[in-house]
Every structure is written in structure tokens, then in C-alpha cells.
């Protein structure tokens, strides 16, 4: 029974929701340890799509427990909305077996409110293109430390307090800088509760809950949210989300000890996208950008907005090997490049005149780069229907094969559909 940690190793929406779906078969707990309802993972069950904002993927999986972490920010609402939508669905949302941490902080109506004033506010090469849910608003008071944690909704007075505390600050800023309403103590207090007192019979010990599933012997998946360049610290600062993506915060955004953690799969997408602003050296305008983005679907799960797209960036997987450590690869979406005569990948990158393998360090160094490609031949097969890796086009396992030579990470899983049956196992 091995613990697994799922994450991205590009810039989020690499296919994570259905790999996660996928590998709950061999799971028993499944878990959320960063980011919030920012992330948006698909998960393709028949005809019907889900799309998981906030409640782990294994919860379409009868009877496996779905926790999600203190690392994760929680919008009350928007979790009071996904249950009651899965609920509708069939699916059992009771606290047996979904179970939010007591150390959880609370995206409050205020982080929203300045999430979008400060995007609003920016000039236009500055914006980040947040997905406005009051993400790094939330954060940020976790950090202040003046945030509000799941466990003060079973505590009103303490919630009312820091409610009114917080607001001292941030009226300033709506009224004095944001041109915004002031938001009441009151109003804020009651909207809270009003989905907040729905979310008490779900409070538990995230950790104690992980550590008595390996007493008796369970296995646990950590389910990563956005990817490695999305990362607060590692990724393309500042035009990144505000938690560490990476895979050494399974242990730290679940309370436990990083030496559980056994397997580390990096989900890759066979070419790379990217939602927002923010440098992306691979990026395409053209016709293939257009085809990519068609015959992908790329748009997002969250905000709807059409993601940039472009060749696979060996230098952004290298830095996310180098960073995450990982023990396999999940190729994803290789089935969207069917059709293409040539395909390429850059392989290095110029900058400031030398050729480098790594992405450069300085703040928005990697708007200065310029990519190195190798081209292969591409296929015209539709390879959607391959079920074994021997039934591939010779140029899809060249192309395959390539990627994990570059990157050193034996490809264990590739994807070549959104169903669940529409994988290769290696
Ligand atoms: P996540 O955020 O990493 O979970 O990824 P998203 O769900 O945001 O985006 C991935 C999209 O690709 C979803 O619409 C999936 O249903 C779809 N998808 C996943 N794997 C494959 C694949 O191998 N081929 C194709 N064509 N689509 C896939
Ligand atoms: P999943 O888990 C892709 C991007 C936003 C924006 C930046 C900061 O589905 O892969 P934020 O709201 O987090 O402050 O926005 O991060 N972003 C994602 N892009 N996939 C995601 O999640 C993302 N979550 C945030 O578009 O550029
Ligand atoms: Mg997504």
C-alpha cells in the first residue's frame, strides 16, 4: 500500500482531476493540501462531467473518505454549493467520509471583494489574472496571522471578533483606495454563518484522521492543485497563485510527516497551456496555438476563459523534476496532437546571450528567453481508441520515449482521452 502525491508540472490543468479519479482505485483516502476553488479538475465518468473545485476527486468513489487539508483556503459557500450539487448527483456527501481540517482557513466575503479590487486596480501589464476567488486575499491574513480558521465557525463570538478586526483594515483600503463600499461587521458575520454553520459537522483532525487510515493499513493520495510554475515561491513570480504547489506541501498541507510519502507522479500535458497572465516562452499565435486550444478544449474549468497554448517546454519539466522529485510521469492529452505534421519541444532556452536548462531566476526572467526546439515527425492517427502501449504509432511512442529521456522520469501512465478507460498503463 504506497502513499501518492499527484501534482502539475506546468502551469495547472494538466489533467489532474482524471489521473487523481483514476488512481482512487487503489486508494482509500484522498486528500486536498493547498489552493482552494481556484483549481477546476475534470473528471469524465460516462457521459457525465464533474468538475471538482474544492472537494477532492476520489469523493465519485463510493465509500473512499475525501479530506481536505489545512494547507487548502475553504470558501464556505462554495463548498455548501458543491455538496449540495453532488448530493444531487447521487453522491454521498455525508462527514463520514468527507472531512475539512479544524486548521482550514476561510476565504471570507472581504478576500473576494479585494481580490477583484486589486486586479481591477492594476495597470494592465501588471495584472495577474487571478480567478477573483479571493485566494491570495486569504493567504495573505493566514500569513498576518488575523485569519479566520474553519474551527472558529463552531465558535461565533471569536468569528464575529476577528470579522470585525479584519474589516478595520480592509474598509480602509475599499473606501480609501479601491473606491468600494465599506463592508458591515454584521452583514459579514451572518452571510458566513449562513453557510458556515452547514460546515461544522465536517470539521475533524485532518492528520490524526490520515494517521489512523495507516494504522489499519490504508493507503493515502494527496491531491496537488495549479502546478509547479504556479508555485508562490518556484513558479514565474509574480504572476503565480499564492500557495507552494509542489510536492513537498502534501506533507506540510495535510499534517504529515514527509517520509510518508512514497510515490510522486508529475501529471504532464503533452504540450503546455497556461490561464492568466504571465510569461510562457513555448506560447503559440498562430494556426497550431488555434489548433491546440480547438482540438484541446482548453478553456477553463473555472473561469471559462480560453487558456494560452503551446509546444512542451522540457525546461519548465525539468525544473519541476528538480523540484518535486517525481518517481513517474503521467503523460496527458497526447491525443490532441494527433494531426500535426511536425511536432517540437524546447529543450533549452537563450538567455542573455548563453544557452541554459533551467528557467532563469530573476523576476520575469523567463519573458526574456528565447526556446531552443528539437522537431519531430507528428501522426495523423486518431489514437484515442489505443488501449495498449504496443498499439501506438511509432512517432506517438518516439515522442513518448523522448520525454522521458529529457526528463529522466519513467512515463508509467499516458492518457489519450478524458474517459477512465482511455489509459495506457507502462
Ligand atoms: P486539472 O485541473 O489538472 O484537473 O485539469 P482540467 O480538468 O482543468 O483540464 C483538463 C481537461 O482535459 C479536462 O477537460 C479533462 O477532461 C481533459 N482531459 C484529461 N486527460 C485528457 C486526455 O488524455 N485527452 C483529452 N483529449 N482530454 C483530456
Ligand atoms: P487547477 O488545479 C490553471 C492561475 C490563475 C492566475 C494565477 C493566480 O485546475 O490546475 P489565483 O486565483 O490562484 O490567485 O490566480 O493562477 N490558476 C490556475 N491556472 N489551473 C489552476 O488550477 C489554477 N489556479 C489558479 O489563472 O493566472
Ligand atoms: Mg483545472
Not at 502513499?3 to 508540472?9: F, L
Not at 478576500?111 to 495584472?127: N, Y
Not at 528565447?370 to 495523423?380: A, I, K, L, R, S
Request: hydrophobic share 35%.
Amino acid at each position: 500500500m504506497s502513499n501518492v502525491v499527484v501534482m502539475g508540472a506546468q502551469w495547472g490543468d494538466e489533467g489532474k482531476g482524471k489521473i487523481v479519479d483514476l488512481l482512487t482505485r487503489e486508494s482509500d483516502v484522498i486528500v486536498r493540501f493547498q489552493g482552494g476553488n481556484n483549481a477546476g479538475h475534470t473528471v469524465l465518468v460516462g457521459e457525465k462531467q464533474y468538475i471538482l473545485h474544492l472537494i477532492p476527486s476520489g469523493i465519485l468513489h463510493e465509500g473512499k473518505k475525501c479530506l481536505i487539508g489545512n494547507g487548502v483556503v475553504l470558501d464556505p459557500e462554495v463548498f455548501c454549493r458543491e455538496i449540495d450539487s453532488l448530493r444531487a448527483q447521487g453522491v454521498d456527501m455525508s462527514p463520514a467520509r468527507l472531512m475539512i481540517s479544524r486548521k482550514t482557513h476561510l476565504i471570507m466575503p472581504y478576500h473576494k471583494v479585494l481580490d477583484q479590487a486589486r486586479e481591477a486596480h492594476k495597470c494592465k501589464d501588471a495584472k495577474i489574472g487571478t480567478t477573483g476567488r479571493g485566494i491570495g486575499p486569504c493567504y495573505e491574513d493566514k500569513s498576518a496571522r488575523i485569519g479566520v480558521r474553519s474551527a472558529d465557525l463552531a465558535m461565533p463570538e471569536l468569528l464575529r471578533s476577528k470579522i470585525e478586526a479584519a474589516l478595520v483594515e480592509k474598509n480602509a483600503l475599499f473606501t480609501g483606495l479601491y473606491g468600494q463600499q465599506p463592508l458591515d461587521a454584521d452583514a459579514v458575520f451572518e452571510e458566513v454563518m449562513a453557510h458556515g454553520a452547514k460546515l461544522v459537522p465536517y470539521l475533524a483532525d485532518v492528520s490524526s484522521e490520515i494517521h489512523d487510515a495507516w494504522a489499519e493499513g490504508r493507503s493515502v493520495l494527496f491531491e496537488g492543485a495549479q502546478g509547479t510554475h504556479l508555485d508562490i515561491d518556484h513558479g514565474t513570480y509574480p504572476f503565480v497563485t499564492s500557495s507552494n504547489t509542489v510536492s513537498g506541501n502534501a506533507a506540510a498541507g495535510s499534517g504529515v510527516p514527509p517520509t510518508k510519502l512514497d510515490r510522486i507522479i508529475a501529471i504532464v500535458k503533452a504540450y503546455t497551456t497556461r490561464v492568466g497572465a504571465g510569461p510562457f516562452p513555448t506560447e503559440l499565435d498562430d494556426a497550431t496555438g488555434e489548433y491546440l486550444q480547438q482540438k484541446g478544449h482548453e478553456f477553463g474549468a473555472t473561469t471559462g476563459r480560453k487558456r494560452r497554448c503551446g509546444w512542451l517546454d522540457a525546461v519548465v519539466l525539468r525544473e519541476s523534476v528538480r523540484l518535486n522529485g517525481p518517481t513517474d510521469i503521467a503523460l496527458t492529452k497526447l491525443d490532441v496532437l494527433s494531426g500535426l505534421k511536425e511536432i517540437s519541444i524546447c529543450t533549452a532556452y537563450t538567455y542573455r546571450g548563453e544557452q541554459v536548462a533551467y528557467p532563469p531566476q530573476e523576476q520575469n526572467g523567463m519573458a526574456h528567453v528565447t526556446p531552443v526546439y528539437e522537431t519531430m515527425p507528428g501522426w495523423d492517427d486518431d489514437i484515442t481508441g489505443c488501449t495498449t502501449w504496443e498499439s501506438l504509432p511509432a512517432p506517438v511512442k518516439a515522442y513518448v520515449l523522448r520525454i522521458e529521456e529529457i526528463t529522466g522520469v519513467r512515463i508509467s501512465l499516458v492518457s489519450v482521452g478524458p474517459e477512465r478507460d482511455q489509459t495506457i498503463r507502462r
